[in-house]
């Protein structure tokens, strides 16, 4: 049997972003077919279609530019001329004042963030850890492997509120949130995956004054958030300052496939991360800088953001919530975290005691694919391992067509049902 290293096992162990993933792909292959509340790809939106389309179609006519996309390796940390739009993009538009040292390019935010993570925590000269500390739990699941060394990642449990039925919503507990010398990072998503929490403008500014106060960046991941995609239903602002890394996606803009990560970051930071892609990847895709540039020298990004994706997925979002009250109705207690922006709805079922690992199982032989909450969870402390709450929570992905979230959910509820009664 073949031996791998302690970075061959830690990477080839099961995980929860592996297992979300091979459910997917296997769901995809299936001749029966699956629903498939559980991914997180985004949703074919006609008009951006046509955008990339009318995009490629340019690239492809003016002379030079399939050369310059295919044919030559770009800076490891993005083109440079891409690098100078987006730091004058953001100048313009929000006043920060940054320019294109500040700007890196990656293969994906996922790709981002590990370097981040592993250049800002794990272990240091000396031999002393450190780690990335989580405020606010339940986050991303992609996260919780993607540390090269063992618990380097700590979160905090949050501050739950029950609001008007159906919906709750967590905050920062602050009360008891330390941030020691060996915390290397503060990283929190905005909105976040998988809730759909948005952290107030003053959770923002309290995160980057203990960030600042500990000499450590304070890193905010903005996949789904402002300026672009815009999937973000509250009225917050866009925050960045010298001692923070915003990490940026194209993905939800209808690119997954184009796998470009951006983050705006200290020059230290920038420079840090374009080396770490010259050894790693030599250099990023650049398909993804290629089609949005000019959409982003014209500021055309932020309209389409805001005018076609935003009220996209506020409609198949609200759509959910009127087929949720219809088929859930008064059948069993529930509650639902207070969608505030991102792609899904994170449902609590409060009395539920089979935890949602098993309700997964048996949602999947019934064809419905959704993700179980407990491994969202990650980095928490013995002290909330037996906190129920975390083994009553699943996430739905509700931007699917309306027939197939409409069918998915009315199964979510049976099954919940019968658990319920079981």
């Known amino acids: 049997m073949m031996k791998f290293s302690l970075f061959g096992q830690r990477f080839t162990q099961q995980a929860g972003i592996l297992e979300l993933?091979?459910?997917?792909?296997?769901?995809?292959?299936?001749?029966?077919?699956?629903?498939?509340?559980?991914?997180?790809?985004?949703?074919?939106?006609?008009?951006m279609n046509r955008i990339w389309r009318k995009r490629l179609s340019e690239i492809l006519s003016q002379?030079?530019?399939?050369?310059?996309?295919?044919?030559?390796?770009?800076a490891p940390g993005g083109r440079e001329s891409f690098k100078r739009a987006m730091a004058s993009f953001l100048s313009r538009n929000f006043h920060w004042e940054l320019g294109p040292e500040n700007i890196v390019v990656t293969g994906g935010s996922q790709a981002g963030?590990?370097?981040?993570?592993?250049?800002?925590?794990?272990?240091?000269?000396?031999?002393?850890?450190?780690?990335?500390?989580?405020?606010?739990?339940?986050?991303?699941?992609?996260?919780?492997d993607q540390g090269l060394s063992p618990g380097q990642f700590v979160s905090h449990r949050p501050r739950v509120v029950e609001e008007e039925a159906p919906f709750f919503k967590y905050y920062v507990d602050f009360s008891d949130l330390t941030v020691g010398p060996e915390i290397g990072a503060l990283c929190a998503g905005r909105p976040t995956n998988p809730t759909g929490n948005v952290l107030t403008d003053g959770e923002v500014h309290h995160l980057a004054g203990l960030a600042r106060d500990a000499g450590i960046p304070l890193i905010l991941d903005n996949a789904y958030g402002a300026p672009f995609p815009s999937?973000?239903?509250?009225?917050?602002?866009?925050?960045?300052?010298?001692?923070?890394?915003?990490?940026?996606?194209?993905?939800?803009?209808?690119?997954?496939?184009?796998?470009?990560?951006?983050?705006?970051?200290?020059e230290s930071v920038a420079s840090a991360v374009a080396s770490a892609n010259a050894i790693l990847n030599l250099t990023n895709p650049g398909l993804g800088q290629a089609l949005v540039q000019p959409l982003i020298e014209n500021d055309a990004l932020l309209m389409l953001s805001r005018q076609v994706i935003k009220p996209f997925y506020l409609a198949r979002r609200d759509f959910a919530l009127e087929v949720v009250a219809k088929v859930f109705g008064q059948r069993f207690p529930y509650r639902i975290h207070r969608p505030q922006g991102s792609i899904f709805l994170w449902?609590?079922?409060?009395?539920?005691?089979?935890?949602?690992?098993?309700?997964?199982?048996?949602?999947?032989e019934r064809g419905l694919l959704v993700v179980p909450g407990d491994g969202f969870f990650f980095g928490l402390g013995p002290e909330d391992q037996d906190w129920t709450h975390r083994r009553q929570c699943v996430r739905v992905h509700y931007a699917r067509k309306p027939e197939e979230v409409e069918a998915g959910l009315k199964i979510l509820a049976d099954l919940v049902e019968e658990a319920e009664r079981s």
């Open 347 to 364: 449902f609590w079922f409060p009395t539920l005691t089979i935890g949602t690992r098993e309700l997964y199982r048996r949602l999947k």
């Open 63 to 74: 002379e030079g530019e399939i050369e310059a996309l295919v044919a030559q390796y770009d």
């Open 21 to 47: 993933m091979e459910d997917l792909g296997r769901a995809l292959e299936s001749p029966e077919g699956k629903i498939m509340l559980g991914g997180g790809n985004p949703a074919s939106i006609p008009e």
């Open 113 to 144: 963030c590990f370097l981040l993570f592993n250049l800002l925590s794990g272990e240091f000269a000396g031999g002393h850890q450190r780690k990335i500390l989580f405020p606010l739990a339940p986050e991303y699941i992609g996260y919780a």
């Open 231 to 266: 999937i973000l239903f509250e009225p917050v602002e866009p925050y960045w300052d010298n001692n923070t890394v915003l990490s940026m996606s194209l993905s939800k803009l209808g690119l997954p496939s184009a796998r470009t990560g951006i983050l705006v970051a200290p």
